[in-house]
């Protein structure tokens, strides 16, 4: 697909998402709102792909909406912390979370999660995705899925592995690839993505599945080698990594997407207006090539397919679970 037809997608996109919302905004004229900083919750590291997509879309939507929007994380326990946080604050606008694809997975997860992924938000849109990367240290002699795959084997269970947690794309996209491929490896899981690419940085792990967005920057320094992506094309910031499914790796395609949402309840004016912020903003094509360099593209959803993503996304890692015999804690 060629620059200008993705850009007109996006386009179409953000009216759709948007659309359903126009009413609320005309009718209850909320121009009261807001009338002081907003705090956008971040339930995962500072300098993590979703901390740094939320920092650039902050920046973006804070004038348009005429106050700042301030950037707080609140990692810890897969993303739960945060979003517990953010599920019991006043429903009054100034409180959103970013939305990211723990929140559906950690339904599953977690016996008691401490929130409804469905019914203690109002999804008010989702914002970008991104695949997963199979990475190793650019040094290492691991230059090919083959090598790998040689060195499982060969190994019996004990070449290691890091995870940006339990449960995470990065954890469940490499038990995957293992059940895939009839292999062993110990699974050491970080606190977040950042950790995890520091750890095969470090030599502390032989490989690694981040988020694409999280080692884009370590990949294009030289610094990484990615043996493929687990997207189902190509990622167009690293054309000649190949994908699982090229590599005759079926059935291993993960994404990782991200969005904004507020408590549930929120008034229905409010909800529009925070929604006409971040579809202005997405309209700037600077802000929009900001968030692509990290690796991901914008992939807007308005409230009702966004719900539907959340709900495939709870489906699709129960399934995951099952088949590699993951138990919720």
Known sequence: MNEINRRQLIGKALAAAALPLASHVAAAAPAAFPSRPIKWLVPYLPATGPDLGA????????????QPIVIENRAGAGGNIGTRVAAAAPPDGYT????????????????APGYDALNDFHHVMRLTRSDVALVVNAESDIRTLDDLLARLKAGKGQVDYASGGIGTPSHLGVELFLSATGTQAMHVPY?????????????????????????YG????????ALAVAGNQRNSKAPDVPTLAELRIPGVELTSWGGVSVPAKTPAAVVGRISSGFTEALKNLDVVAKLEEQGGWVDVQGPAAFVQSIKEEMRMTAAMMKKIGLEPV
């Open 55 to 66: 920092r650039i879309l902050a920046e973006a939507v804070g004038p348009i909406l005429g």
């Open 96 to 111: 959103l979370l970013y939305t990211g694809t723990p929140l559906a997975a950690n339904m599953c997860l977690y016996k």
């Open 191 to 215: 606190k977040g993505a950042s950790e995890l690419v520091n750890a095969v940085l470090g030599r502390q792990v032989a490989f690694g599945m981040p988020i694409f967005a999280a080692a």
């Open 218 to 225: 370590m990949i294009n320094a030289g610094k990484l080698r």
